[in-house]
């Protein structure tokens, strides 16, 4: 099975950091504005959580696999509930690639695969190098295509 | 390119003046107090504001036009932004009609489209009259399975072609009623089709008490204006009935007056759930009034509502799930409900009603329309391990234990009465929670459909066929975990499972969890596979083929499946069930626990 690229460990953790900080913004502005808030819990608050989301994203690299089995895309993930899922060929309805800001920042692209389900009809697999990406993209169209579904919704 | 309605131009023209008018009186009157207008501009203003609004709507009117043709609904609308869409009527899931009040008294009806895509009603039809929402509707219906042949449609026929249908479809819809073979041109006069299901006032108010709904007078209460006011002067004359009032002050601060407080809080409950009965009655009635369900050659078609009417088609060629509720009074009395999911409705307004098919009827007839709808054995559900039923019981007394703490901290900081054990009663349900919710969670797997049910007080069993699945996702919560205990979810393309309906297998073995996922993704290719087979079948056969209920739907399903449609033939489902038999074998085998 295929592991993500290790370096998405740093764009979770930007990521999460990113996150935090605008918790934390918002927090000191209520504190400036609003209600007075104690800053040094403000601080604390932000070191934990980018802390615990550092710690998220080595356990989620270490648990996110993906792989192309005969019939279906098959990803394992989930830090606190664990999720498999499989994805038929036959169910894809088109695949993209994506490269938000802080992914390209790290080198890194996203591979996003549609189905006509309506529970996770998104599936997004994180952390590829582009050039995988593109080739999972275009394999995962090929594999689509081969299958060819009979019925439309 | 037809208009709509003239009749819906009055009745829109009218509301848009009225809206307009209404507006330049506010604005006006604002005007006036802040910017010292002199008083007369305000009628004036009110006036404009209602040509405004009044000649907006009448645009509105001209601009939107409609058309049927070949196996395309094009709308052209907007004033501003000009909007041109064609839906192939191939796609087209639903077909929903509404009359409110006003549009029955001048004979008018709203006609929605849903297709499996987009994200709101993909076409509204504001408003047509009767004979042509027949006329839709019968047009719809047998666009789905006619050869796009006959029609000289520019690029309806040609680039939609793929959810044409063919001849053999054509022959399989036709062996119910022939009298069906008339072109989309003189297709006005629809036969009624067959009763399924009807409610008189006896099925009606039945239906009324086994579905009742307790947040009914909740919503009902806070809705009103003076809702709030109305429940404290019924609480107080509670009080002052049962002598109460003056001993509601002491018990706030230690001292409870126990049998008067219990009277008291009796008398309040008893009322409470008679509102709710009474309300609930007073909306059944008002929604479901006239209930009937009919079908026409692979339609379900559905009509209700006392005021304003509902109704419409689902096509069942288009089904993805089954679901069959039954609540706690309704398993009691032998009942159940059953919803017809399709891809067709995408959030929104309707979610409430949408897809119900059968609000009550005898479970056994459910079920029997449910087969009919969608072939499956009967069903046989395996529980959860049981060491599942352990971990409700754990997971009920942390619930329990959380509430007691918080009653022991409001207790000791607030009201300081000694009772906070009162709440330790909380333990007493676990135990049985926990078994009923283990009883009744189960999953089958059927020849032809997945099937799962959950839930105690409102049973929900869904059924999904093997070559509607989506994804499959099996999920392990850390509880579960520490159990070795996983759930299966199987996805569908209905539009119900947003709402979290999709079917899920709660708790099963880890091992069994994983073997359930590989099993339907083997059935999925497995029928699929069939289901293509069966597309290249030749035609004799399905012309032949005399009318088993069954067959009739299944040949229909297949109908509407891209390009090659083609009857179900006996003997490739015979294949298939033999093929699914071994399967289902080896499922048992590791099933176990």
Redesign the interface.
């Known amino acids: 099975m295929e592991r993500l690229h290790p370096r998405v460990r740093l764009l979770w953790a930007l990521s999460s950091v990113v996150r935090t900080s605008v918790l934390a913004a918002i927090a000191f502005a209520v504190d400036r504005f609003l209600l007075a808030l104690p800053q040094a819990a403000i601080a604390a608050g932000w070191l934990v959580l980018v802390l615990a989301g550092v710690g998220r994203a080595l356990l989620a690299h270490r648990i996110w696999r993906f792989e192309l089995q005969d ?2 895309l098959f990803l394992i993930r ?1 830090v ?9 060929y ?2 894809v309805q088109h695949v993209d690639t994506t490269r938000g800001p802080l992914e390209r920042s790290v080198g890194l692209a996203s591979v996003v695969v549609y ?7 998104d ?1 997004t697999i994180p952390g590829l190098r582009p050039e995988r990406a593109t080739e999972l993209r275009e394999r995962l169209r090929d594999l689509a295509i081969e299958s060819e ?5 | 390119m037809t208009r709509l309605h003239p009749r819906s131009a009055v009745v829109r023209v009218a509301r848009g003046a009225l809206q307009g008018a209404f507006f330049g009186f506010f604005a006006g009157s604002v005007g006036a107090g802040t910017a010292f207008l002199p008083a007369l501009s305000v009628p004036l203003v009110a006036v404009f504001g209602a040509l405004l609004g009044g000649g907006y709507a009448l645009a509105r009117y001209l601009r939107f036009r409609y058309e049927l043709d070949g196996d395309t609904l094009s709308v052209d609308s907007g004033v501003f932004a000009r909007q041109s869409r064609q839906i192939p009527l191939g ?1 087209v ?1 639903n077909v929903d009609v509404e009359q409110n009040v006003v549009n029955r008294l001048l004979g008018l009806a709203v006609v929605r489209f849903e297709t ?1 895509g987009g994200s709101a009603t993909e076409a509204t039809l504001d408003a047509v009259d009767e004979a042509e929402v027949d006329r839709l509707r019968n047009y719809v219906r047998r666009r789905d399975r006619e050869p796009a042949a006959d029609s000289g449609s520019t690029m309806g026929a040609g680039q939609f072609d ?2 044409g249908p063919t001849d053999d479809a054509l022959a399989g819809s036709d062996r119910d009623e022939s009298a069906d073979s008339i072109g989309p041109a003189s297709a006005d006069s629809e036969p009624d089709g067959e009763l399924l299901f009807e409610f008189g006032w006896r099925e009606l108010l039945t239906y009324a008490v086994v579905s009742v709904r307790p947040a009914a007078p909740v919503l009902t209460l806070a809705g009103l204006p003076l809702g709030m006011d109305v429940v404290r002067i019924a609480l107080r004359f509670n009080a002052d009935l049962v002598g109460v009032s003056e001993a509601l002050r002491p018990w706030l601060f230690g001292s409870p007056e126990g049998t008067r407080l219990l009277v008291f809080a009796a008398l309040t409950v008893a009322q409470f759930l008679l509102l709710a009965l009474a309300v609930s009655v007073v909306l059944t009635v008002v929604e479901y009034h006239g209930f009937r369900l009919t079908r026409a050659n692979g339609d379900l078609r559905y009509e209700r509502g006392l005021l304003r009417r509902y109704s419409g088609n689902i096509p069942l060629e ?1 089904v ?1 799930t089954l679901t069959v509720r039954e609540n706690v009074l309704m398993r009691r009395f032998g009942y159940a409900s059953l919803v017809v999911e399709t ?1 067709g409705y995408s959030g929104g307004d309707q979610q409430s009603t949408q897809g119900v098919a059968v609000p009550l009827a005898a479970r056994d007839e459910v079920y029997e329309l449910a087969r009919d709808i969608e072939p499956f054995g009967d069903l046989d559900f395996e529980r959860p391990p049981v060491r599942a039923r352990r971990r409700y019981v754990a997971r009920f007394s942390l619930a329990a234990g959380g509430l007691t703490a918080v009653a022991y901290a409001v207790d000791s900081l607030v009201f300081e009465t000694g009772y906070w054990w009162v709440a330790l009663a909380l333990f007493l349900p676990v135990v049985p929670a926990a078994h009923l919710r283990w009883r009744h969670r189960g999953v089958d797997l059927d020849d032809d459909v997945l099937a799962t049910r959950s839930g105690f007080w409102r049973r929900t069993t869904r059924i999904v066929p093997y ?1 509607r ?10 509880f579960q ?1 520490r159990r070795d205990l996983a759930t299966v ?1 199987a ?8 709402l ?1 309906g ?1 079917a899920r297998a709660y708790d099963l073995d880890e091992a069994a969890a994983v073997e359930l ?1 590989e099993e339907l ?1 083997r059935r ?2 497995a029928h ?1 596979a069939t ?2 087979r069966d ?1 290249s079948v030749d035609d004799d056969a399905a012309v032949g083929d005399d009318s088993d209920p069954d067959d009739s739907v299944t040949s229909e399903t297949a109908a ?5 449609t083609a009857s179900e033939e006996p003997t490739a489902r015979d294949d298939a069930a033999t093929g699914d038999e071994a399967a289902r074998d080896d499922d048992a085998a590791t099933g176990d626990e």
Do not use: C, H
Not at chain 2, 560 to 564: K, Q
């Open positions: 019939d279906a989930g606190v509930t664990r999720t498999d899922t499989s994805v038929p036959v169910r189905t006509a389900g309506s529970r996770g009809a599936i579904a009979t019925d439309a919704v | 796609r899931q499996a793929a959810g288009k993805q891809a070559y699945l989506q994804t499959v996702f099996v999920t392990r919560s850390p975990r979810g996805d569908t393309a209905s539009s119900a499972s947003l979290g999709v996922r993704r999925l290719t699929i289901r293509r597309d509407t499946d891209d390009e090659a």
